[in-house]
C-alpha cells in the first residue's frame, strides 16, 4: 500500500529470507565464512546457531549463492521427522530413485551411499542442509551422523549444515550424541544488530528496496533499537508497519508516536508496557554512564563529522605533507568517499566504475556491452563476491565496490591501490586518496574484479583430471619453489602435486582443499609473479 507513496519499487521490510536484502553486519560476516569454511574443508558437519530473526536464514540462502556449480543440494525444512521420513526425504531432494512404498532404512541407505559414491567420481559435493535442527530427535540427529561414515581418505562425500536455534547446543551436549558433537568442524552464533549496525540496516533494505531519502530520522533509530533488541526480524516487523501508518497519516518521514503506535500493534499493549518498563529501569542505568560517556562520544562524532567534510581534516594515519606522491588526486581534493560527483549523472556509476577497472588491466572497455563478457574476450573472468577488505587484500587485485552514502543511495567505485591505511580510489572521474575505515563504514561487502585464467583454461583444476591446465598448473607451482617444471609427458594431478599445491594454500591462509578454482589461481599468478594489477603495493613498488 506505502510502496508508491514512498517510490519504492519493492516492499523493503518483507520477513522472506531475500539474499539481496541481507546486511553484511560483522556477525553476519564472520557466520558466512564459517560456513564457506566448513563446506570447503570438507569434514562433515558445519553449525550456525542464534535466536529466531537473527538471520540465520537469509544468510543460509547467501552461502547457496556462493557454493560452486558442481553442488548437488538437499534440504530439510520440516525437522520433525522420524528416521525413515528422514532418509525418504533426502532421497526425494537429491532425486534418488528407490521402491514404491520402501519402509527399509537399509534400501534408502544403500541409495544414497551408491548416490553419493557416483557424485563423487564426477566431482561433484553433495550438501544436506537442516533447519530448525533443534527439533530434531536424537535418534535422527544420530542417523545423520551415521550417513557422514561414508568417505575417501580425503574428503567425507556428504557434507552437512544444521541450522538451529541456541537450543541445539543443548540437544547436542546430550551424553549420547558426543560422537555427533566431536564431528563438528565449524560453529558460530549469529548475534543481534548493535544499534550502529541496526540504522545502516535500514538504510541498506530502504536502498536495495530503490528509496534514496532518509525515512527514519535518528531519533526513531534509537527507538527502534530499543524496542526490537537488534533482531532483524523484530526490525522488518516494526518497520514495515511503522510505514503503513506514516503512510495512512500522509507525513513524509517517520516520527516517534508513529513508530510506538506500530509498536503496540506489533507486540501488543501488555508486551509494550513490559518493554517500556524494562527500558525505564535501563534508562536509569545509562543515565550514570551518560556524564562519563559524554566527551569521550563527542570526541568520536566530531572526528567522524570531520572526516565527512573533505579537506579541513586529513585522516589520523595520513595528512597531505605526508600523503606518497604515487597517490595523486586527480580533480577532487577532498579526503572522502561519502557521495557521488554532483555534476555526473548516477546512472553512470557502475559503467565509470568498470571502465577504471579494465583500465588498471590495460584492457579495452565497451560501456555497451556486458562487462564479463568483455572480460572473457581478453582472456580474462569475472569474480563477484562477499567478503572484506581483508580478504580482497589477499587476492591482492583492484575490484569494484558498491557504496552507500548517507541518504542510503549507492553508487559505485573502483579501489584501484591500497597502501598502509591509505586506499586510492576511482569514483566516477575523479580519484581520491581515502582512509580503509571510511570505506569499510560505507561498504556492505560485494565486490567484483577480474583475473587472468591459464591458457587451455577448462575450468576448476580437480585431483584426478590431466590435460595441458595440469601443466599449467606444476610450472606455476615449479616457479614459485624455485625448481624445473615437468615437461615431455602428459600430467596427472596426481598425489605429489597435490600435496604441492595444499602446501601453497596453506602458504596464503586458504582452505587447503587441493582444488584449484579461481582465487587459488588469482593468488599462483601474484606468487609466480604473472604481469597484472596489484592492489596492494609493496615495498619499492609504484
Known sequence: MYKEYFGLKESPFSIAPDPRYLYMSDNHREALAHLLYGINSDNGFVLLTGDVGTGKTTVCRCLLEQLPENSNIAFILNPKVTVDELLATLCDELGIGYPPGNISNKVFIDSINAYLINANKKGRRTVLIVEEAQNLRPEVLEQIRLLT???????????????????????????????????????????????????????????????????????????????????????????????????????????????????????????????????????????????????????????????????????????????????????????????????????????????????????????????????????????????????????????????????????????????????????????RTVDLKEIEHRWLGNYTLLWRVPSNYRGDIYPGITGPDVQWLDTQIAIIQGRKARTGEVLTYDAQLITQVKKFQITEEMVPDGIVGPQTIIHLNTASGIKAPRLVQQKGEK
Open 149 to 431: 561414515n561414508l568417505e575417501t581418505n580425503e574428503r567425507k562425500l556428504l557434507q552437512i549444515i544444521m541450522v538451529g536455534q541456541p537450543e541445539l547446543n543443548e540437544l547436542l551436549s546430550r551424553p549420547e550424541l558426543r560422537q555427533l558433537k566431536q564431528r563438528i568442524t565449524a560453529r558460530y552464533h549469529l548475534g543481534p544488530l548493535t544499534k550502529q549496525e541496526l540504522s545502516a540496516y535500514v538504510l541498506h533494505r530502504l536502498s536495495i528496496a530503490g528509496v534514496n531519502r532518509k525515512l527514519f530520522p535518528s531519533g526513531t533509530i534509537d527507538r527502534l533499537f530499543q524496542l526490537s533488541g537488534g533482531i532483524p526480524r523484530m526490525i522488518n516487523l516494526l518497520c514495515d508497519r511503522t510505514l503503513l501508518g506514516t503512510y495512512v497519516q500522509g507525513k513524509s518521514m517517520v516520527d516517534l508516536s508513529t513508530l510506538n503506535k506500530a509498536a503496540r500493534e506489533v507486540f501488543g499493549e501488555p508486551g509494550e508496557r513490559m518493554k517500556m518498563k524494562k527500558a525505564f529501569s535501563w534508562a536509569i542505568i545509562s543515565l550514570l554512564l551518560i556524564v562519563c560517556g559524554t566527551a569521550l562520544a563527542t570526541t568520536y562524532f566530531s572526528h567522524r563529522s570531520k572526516l565527512f567534510e573533505g579537506n579541513k581534516t586529513e585522516s589520523p594515519q595520513m595528512n597531505v605533507s605526508q600523503r606518497p606522491a604515487e597517490l595523486p588526486l586527480a580533480r577532487d581534493q577532498k579526503m572522502n568517499v561519502s557521495q557521488w560527483p554532483a555534476d555526473l549523472p548516477l546512472d553512470r556509476d557502475q559503467s565509470m566504475a568498470f571502465q577504471a577497472l579494465f583500465k588498471q588491466w590495460e584492457v579495452p572497455y565497451d560501456n555497451r556491452e556486458d562487462f564479463c563478457q568483455q572480460a572473457q574476450a581478453q582472456g580474462l573472468r569475472c569474480m563477484k563476491g562477499l567478503g572484506s577488505l581483508s580478504s580482497i587484500m589477499k587476492l591482492n587485485s583492484p575490484a569494484v565496490l558498491k557504496l552507500f552514502d548517507d541518504q542510503g543511495k549507492e553508487f559505485y567505485v573502483t579501489l584501484a591501490m591500497i597502501k598502509g591505511r591509505a586506499a586510492t580510489i576511482e569514483v566516477g572521474d575523479e580519484r
